[in-house]
């Protein structure tokens, strides 16, 4: 097993728990063992744009810093933090970049952090989950599907904090594949959605439900006008918004089909043939939708 | 910071018989030292503790118990007047309840819970703040019979027995047997108890306890207990009022007799309020800070032992109060902390007593007044360590902790100890602590019987404060157990009364007159008035400086 | 302990106090009355949060005023009370889920993990693990991290996003005492016993014997520290 620094964040261990279960599981398979890292605070949610703001910065960094402090320590095999949650990802690879690319921040934030063992040093890497799959290589993955997800439609969205900005970025921006691929490693089939990539309202959701509502109608209907049978996300807000938001979405559209929304991660766990449900709360339940698939398959387990 | 080099001498003989005394404790001190026979411990009681030196007692001239043998400063104190002028009057009346709880600490706030479950509205009012008490500081734990092997007649036995048999029966019984009740009820309400994996408490042995029964919460058990009652009187603000820096300086009564509230002052204002209260629960705590036989004390800032010259002066009778418990092992270096409690679970644990030369000179687990004694007698004999003050004290080995139980155990079990001394530059996990018997218990006070009735009507009384409970000597995690158990009964007994009382004619200090005078009469002549409400620690040469006449903010012409 | 004097501020005004005093016993020894700001002089009750700068040093320092000793020059303001919300709750009403947080003490949630608490904390805690413990929903992490808070009040008065951290650690830490905690069963069968009457013959015995009755039977009681 291969031992990689793990960064839940708050909400993995909170209310989306399935999705870090479901991460931790299906890496488990492929042979790295997500080991949380010690100390971590909450990343700080969201990334501060005033080029003075610095007190922002200090989350992030403090969370790199313990991943620092893993070097030479034989607690991992790989170094590279692994973030699951699309929103943490981007607030911590965008307070990387930005101590990297400005020293006088650097040194402001480890003046700051004064009583810490040792500075940041700007040198360690994140990677996200989907990421990670597809340096494992195809092989691999098909290798250990035991339940092929024939006939299981599938639309990948991949919302904002995944792909902008460019420096944060895991797959091109404009025309990202990465989740279609392992979508297609699966053994499901790939529904395309015009509206993959569109922004699911995010913080929105707390003072301005119908907005969202409309949004989540539009990013659902693009799926289900080709014939999803769900929607598949790496981000808990927007695994929320898409999933209760649905609600205010049939509220304002007569017309609104309700499609069930899953992680990417609980969707591998169930190719892999892992259990069906990590649980988690759902607005449009799930299970209809999995009890007819397993009824259908033949074979497998 | 830390110890002066010439104490590294002793310190190194500590070091030499530490193997030995290791071997010793794991084969079973008792074996090597037996605990005193009631013949020894009488002898050596009569010898070197400061209750039983001559001139530590006199005879009070005035009050119900008078003619009889109090500890002196008590006596100093009581046969003071009071500070309200002859002619104070009493309306108007600022604040009207049901149940007046005077007093924030442990025994007061389980008092004002219990009232104003059973129905009262109550009006806690306190000297400093909410949980500013000897309730805040206690360390080791609190004694209940929980173990299959115990029992609550076993910790009646241990109790009255470490009392000299002079304790009430009946409240010995109400206090062991409802151990077990507040164990739970303190749980419930979410107290942090010590435990073993299975769920089990974590009990210790105690001095005088012949079974392991201290449940505890590391070494802030008192702390644990008193923020988490303190939290729930705050969770009550619809039945509870409370009123902190608003000590009571006296009882009034109506004109039938009965306790029918107190005057409150305001030490920052200089101004009275009037509490009028169907039923008072006395809940003041220790005695502490009055310095008896001049030792330092453990005892909190405000221990000045209000309530018992209030209660005196209203009729009610007091107990034992010949009788101090002075705590073995309070710190004696650095200056810093001169009089600190140790936690007896130190001993507990196996930190052993030794002098000077090294010696394990005594069982470490006699009974405090034993223990104590046992260690000023060894000073005495110029055993003792000598600081650079010229203070004496005894090394309290405490290294030997983290030998028998484990490293680690002193931080696990002891964090407020460690830091403490930590803080003065003092490991204790390699370096012994040096000891000597502070200030730290009242044992005796204001009688009470099981439901916390003194002789004046719709008078309570409990915690430290009342006398009975434990007889002329304290058992370890008693008080703790007092508290809890007393104060709880006291509020639901104040809001019992309460609801059958009613206040009859003027409220009246007539009972304070009637001291004045009979003070008079004796030809007392007091320097100053009672209650102190709070110690005199100002240097005396600022003191020359304050001019009591000079007030340029006495209020002109009102 | 020299006896020595040596001058420190009380405000803005320099006195003269014996090297070794503490920041109370000084106090007293300039000739204030302490009637507030003072409680058990023996660090457990936080009464005594103090503030202080050291000389030529920029760095505001807390500590507790009964065990912090002055240095030369230190410059020194007591802070014996601190503004603070304080939850009211029926605890019986409670679960164990985060969810107590967001509805008594939201701002728990503005955390900028920025270490200032523990910084100042004169408990020296680790004050920002345990906020973060309580973020993620983890009592049992906050109840263990905050043991020893004696809510002094000072991570509070220098928080920048104005959290309460010694207040929403006493609700978790008796959230944990009450709901989380393993339970005895010893003490169950104990207090059926209590409330059964068991004991009530041996007492009534115990309060029949005569004074010497009594005292042989204590002298002679076995001593037995095993737990059965």
């Known amino acids: 097993m291969i031992r990689m620094p793990y960064f839940p964040g708050c909400t993995l261990k909170t209310n989306a728990k399935n999705y870090d279960q479901s991460i931790k599981a299906i890496f488990r398979e492929l042979g790295i063992d997500l080991v949380e890292l010690p100390r971590w605070n909450c990343c700080g949610a969201v990334f501060s744009l005033s080029s003075d703001d610095l007190l922002r910065q200090v989350a992030p960094i403090t969370n790199l810093l313990r991943t620092q402090e893993l070097e030479g320590t034989d607690s991992v095999d790989d170094p590279r933090l692994v973030v699951p949650c699309a929103m943490c990802f981007n607030v911590l690879k965008r307070a990387n970049q930005r101590v990297r690319e400005n020293p006088e921040d650097l040194k402001k934030i480890n003046d700051f952090l004064y009583l810490e063992a040792q500075p940041y040093a700007g040198e360690v890497q994140i990677v996200h989950p989907i990421e990670l799959l597809i340096e494992v290589s195809r092989a691999e993955i098909e290798d250990k599907v035991r339940r092929p997800l024939k006939g299981l439609r599938v639309s990948p969205y991949y919302g904002c904090n995944l792909l902008r900005p460019k420096e944060v970025a895991i797959d091109n921006p404009e025309d990202p594949s990465v989740l279609e691929k392992i979508t297609e490693m699966l053994g499901a089939e790939v529904v395309e959605n015009p509206n993959r990539l569109r922004c699911c309202g995010s913080y929105q959701t707390v003072v301005d439900q119908r907005l969202v509502g409309d949004l989540v109608y539009d990013i659902v209907k693009g799926a289900s006008r080709g014939g999803a049978d769900l929607l598949i996300t790496a981000c808990p807000l927007c695994a929320f918004n898409l999933d209760f938001r649905q609600s205010d979405a049939s509220k304002s559209h007569s017309d609104h089909k309700e499609l069930p929304i899953l992680y990417f991660s609980e969707l591998i766990a169930l190719a892999f043939g892992m259990k069906n449900s990590f649980g988690g709360e759902h607005f449009v339940n799930p299970a209809p939708l999995m009890e007819n698939f397993l009824k259908k398959e033949k074979g497998g387990i | 910071m830390g110890y002066p080099d010439y104490m590294y001498e002793s310190i190194k003989l500590v070091e030499a018989t530490r193997p030995k005394r290791v071997e010793m404790a794991k084969e079973g001190l008792q074996k090597f030292l037996k605990p005193l026979s009631a013949e020894e411990r009488e002898k050596v009681l009569q010898e070197n503790h400061p209750d039983y030196q001559p001139d530590a007692c006199k005879p009070i001239r005035v009050g119900p118990n008078k003619g009889e043998y109090m500890t002196a400063e008590v006596v100093n104190i009581l046969e003071r007047p009071s500070p309200l002028p002859g002619d104070f009057a009493i309306e108007p009346v600022d604040y009207r309840t049901d149940v007046l709880v005077i007093g924030g600490g442990g025994a007061g706030c389980q008092a004002a819970l219990w009232a104003a479950k059973n129905g009262a509205q109550v009006i806690l009012c306190t000297k400093l703040r909410l949980g500013d008490a000897n309730s805040m500081m206690s360390q080791g734990g609190m004694q209940a019979s929980v173990n299959p092997g115990d029992s609550p007649l076993i910790h009646y036995l241990d109790a009255i027995g470490g009392g000299h048999f002079d304790n009430k029966p009946e409240l010995v019984k109400v206090l062991t047997s409802e151990a077990p009740f507040i164990v739970k009820f303190l749980e419930e309400l979410g107290v942090i108890w010590d435990r073993l994996p299975d769920g089990h408490y974590q009990t210790q042995s105690g001095g005088g306890a012949s079974r392991r029964r201290m449940l505890s919460a590391r070494d802030y058990t008192g702390a644990e207990i008193m923020r988490v009652l303190r939290d729930e009187v705050r969770n009550h603000p619809d039945k509870i009022l409370v009123l902190e820096y608003l000590p009571a300086i006296e009882l009034v009564k109506d004109e039938e007799g009965k306790v029918a509230g107190a005057v409150l002052f305001d030490m920052d204002t200089g101004q009275h309020f009037v509490v009028q209260a169907k039923a008072v629960v006395i809940a003041t705590g220790g005695f502490g800070r009055i310095h008896i036989g001049g030792f330092p004390t453990t005892n909190h800032y405000g221990a000045t032992m209000d309530g018992v010259v209030m209660a005196y002066r209203a009729g009610a009778r007091l107990l034992h109060m010949d009788s101090v418990q002075f705590h073995p092992t309070g710190a004696i270096y650095p200056p810093q902390i001169h009089g600190f409690l140790i936690t007896e679970k130190i001993r507990t644990m196996g930190g052993q007593p030794v002098n000077a030369r090294g010696e394990l000179f005594v069982y470490p687990l006699e009974p405090r007044d034993v223990e104590a004694s046992k260690y000023i007698q060894e000073c005495k004999k110029g055993l003792g360590v000598r600081t650079p003050d010229g203070q004496y004290g005894i090394w309290l080995d405490s290294p030997l902790i983290e030998i028998l139980q484990g490293p680690g155990t002193i931080e696990r079990a002891f964090p407020a100890m460690l830091r403490q001394c930590k803080r003065f530059g003092i490991d204790i996990r390699t370096l012994p602590m040096l000891v000597y018997p502070t200030l730290h218990y009242q044992n005796g006070g204001v009688e009470i019987d099981e439901l916390c009735h003194t002789r004046v009507p719709n008078l309570l009384v409990a915690g430290e404060v009342s006398g009975g409970v434990h007889g002329r000597n304290r058992l370890m995690g008693n008080s703790v157990l007092d508290y809890n158990v007393f104060g709880r009964r006291a509020g639901i007994e104040a809001a019992r009364i309460a609801k059958e009382t009613e206040i009859k004619g003027r409220l009246n200090v007539a009972h304070v007159r009637e001291y004045q005078e009979e003070l008079k009469r004796k030809g007392v002549e007091p320097k100053g008035y009672a209650p102190i409400l709070l110690p005199e620690y100002r240097n005396l040469e600022a003191l020359k400086r304050h001019r009591e006449e000079f007030d340029p903010f006495a209020p002109a012409g009102l | ?228």
């Open chain 3, 1 to 228: 302990m020299s006896g020595e004097l040596i001058p420190i501020y009380i405000y803005s005004r320099r006195y003269f106090v014996p090297e070794g005093s503490t920041i109370i016993s000084a106090l007293e020894y300039i000739g204030f009355k302490l009637k507030k700001g003072v409680g058990c002089k023996e660090g457990f009750c936080g009464a005594c949060a103090s503030l202080y700068r050291l000389k030529d040093d920029y760095k505001l320092k807390g500590g507790l005023g009964c065990q912090t000793v002055v240095q030369p020059e230190m410059q020194i303001v007591q802070i014996p009370f601190v503004p603070a919300p304080k939850a009211i709750y029926n605890i019986e009403e409670l679960e164990a889920d985060p969810e107590i947080f967001v509805r008594f003490y939201p701002e728990l949630y503005r955390c900028l993990s920025c270490n200032t608490c523990t910084k100042i904390c004169p408990q020296e805690l680790q004050v920002m693990d345990f906020v973060q413990a309580a973020i993620k929903g983890d009592f049992e992490q906050v109840a263990n991290l905050s043991f020893d808070c004696i809510m002094c009040g000072l991570c509070s008065a220098r928080c920048p996003a104005e959290i309460t951290q010694f207040n929403l650690a006493l609700l978790a830490r008796r959230i944990y005492g009450k709901y989380l905690a393993k339970k005895s069963a010893h003490l169950e069968q104990r207090l059926k016993e209590v409330e059964s009457g068991k004991f009530e013959e041996g007492y009534r015995e115990l309060a029949s014997l005569s004074p010497e009755e009594l005292k042989n039977k204590y002298f002679q009681r076995e001593i037995n520290f095993q737990i059965t």
